[in-house]
């Protein structure tokens, strides 16, 4: 290769880049930014009005996160499609690492240590998941996914996470990546009359699935039909988060005035309960801006696919979308006592590495298929990559 073609090249490239920056979603970014921005002011409060030990780092990871969401939509969309079961495989050996050497805390095997950060496998696992069953439903045809034959491969690709993932135990990870396949079964076209017979066959095995609960999983969905029954046990955490929303009433007790989360009655205030802190400081006028700014987070996803050209970029973005709904779901009906409690965190809001981390990626793959929105992949050449 000479000079000359060497230089076209080079600057192909370069024009290529560039195009792909001009295709970012500002405003998606913008929306992000203020979620996070708002985190940080919450765990400013959390910690009485010091940036540290939450703020501080979580405005750090967040800089780090936003450098590789942009990393993530930059790059070539088929890049992702072809080392989507190699990333697979490799969370795969992550999780089954927990078993051997996960650090322990809060009483559960979850995480692996790298001194700089405690690695959680199963965080990452929810991104990877939705990357590897867009990569498989991609490259099978709809009459083919219309055959049971075809469901083998992505079910046992769907449990083997969420089997291992209870062991360490969290139930409520476990569901939340059960819920993502199942959902990504549904956007890739399975017939409907299919999820009639898992959800029929899952109720039908309520009975046998209750004898393997741990006791203080059992616990949590006996204190969610009745918080009252253990007020200063189980039902503790619940009953004072309600008495916090409540609280808060229309316009909220102020910025670093909130009495149940300052007095410390409200438990894990900077992590899975921050809305509850939210609220009780700005009312209910703040929540509902939260519950709108995560509305339109989550619209903005899921317009962004209906303009993507190919199978994969568009599941992925229609899983990525849906996968911080269920976030956003989880975490708010939980401290309002509308779902048991699961122990999910609040996207970009609550104080967590590996979950901003996992969320942050989620926003590139949405991002990487708005930039990418033109590009066509046959399901042939897929394959052959």
Request: overall charge positive.
């Amino acid at each position: 290769m000479n000079g000359t073609t060497r230089s076209k090249l080079n600057d192909a490239a370069d024009e290529n880049l560039i195009y792909r920056i001009k295709q970012l979603n500002l405003g998606l970014l913008f929306l992000i930014s203020i979620s996070c921005c708002i985190g940080v002011a919450m765990l400013y409060s959390a910690a009485n009005g010091d940036m540290s030990p939450w703020a501080g780092k979580h405005l750090q990871r967040f800089l780090f996160c936003l450098v590789l969401a942009v990393l993530i939509a930059l790059t070539d969309a088929k890049i992702f499609l072809r080392s989507a079961y190699f990333l697979y495989v490799l969370n795969l050996t992550l999780l089954l690492a927990v078993e051997l050497v996960g650090h322990v805390g809060m009483g559960a095997q979850r995480w692996i240590d790298l001194y700089f950060i405690k690695l959680q496998p199963s965080e990452l696992m929810k991104v990877v998941l939705i990357l590897t069953l867009a990569r498989y439903f991609h490259g099978r045809t709809f009459e083919e996914i219309g055959r049971p034959i075809y469901l083998i491969i992505p079910i046992l690709i769907t449990l083997a996470p969420v089997i291992l993932v209870m062991r360490q135990p969290d139930l409520g990870t476990a569901g939340m990546i059960l819920i993502i396949g199942v959902a990504i079964f549904f956007l890739a076209g399975v017939r409907l009359w299919k999820f009639s017979v898992l959800l029929l066959t899952g109720l039908a095995s309520i009975p046998v699935a209750w004898q393997f609960l741990l006791e203080y999983q059992k616990k949590r969905i006996l204190i969610f039909l009745n918080p009252e029954s253990d007020p200063l046990g189980a039902g503790y955490h619940l009953l004072q988060s309600k008495i916090a929303l409540g609280s808060g009433g229309i316009f909220g007790k102020g910025f670093l005035n909130g009495s149940q989360s300052h007095l410390n009655f409200l438990p894990e205030k900077q992590t899975d309960f921050i809305f509850t802190m939210l609220a009780e400081e700005f009312g209910l006028l703040g929540g509902l801006f939260v519950i709108s700014l995560f509305f339109i987070i989550i619209s903005y996803g899921y317009v962004i696919s209906f303009y993507i050209n190919n199978k994969f970029s568009r599941l992925v973005t229609l899983g990525m979308t849906t996968a911080i709904f269920l976030y956003v779901f989880i975490n708010i009906g939980m401290v309002m006592g509308l779902i048991p409690i699961v122990g999910v965190p609040l996207p970009f809001i609550s104080y967590g590495g590996t979950s901003l981390l996992a969320t942050m990626m989620a926003v590139g793959f949405i991002l990487n298929g708005y930039t990418f929105r033109n590009i066509e992949v046959s399901r042939f050449k897929s394959e052959q990559d």
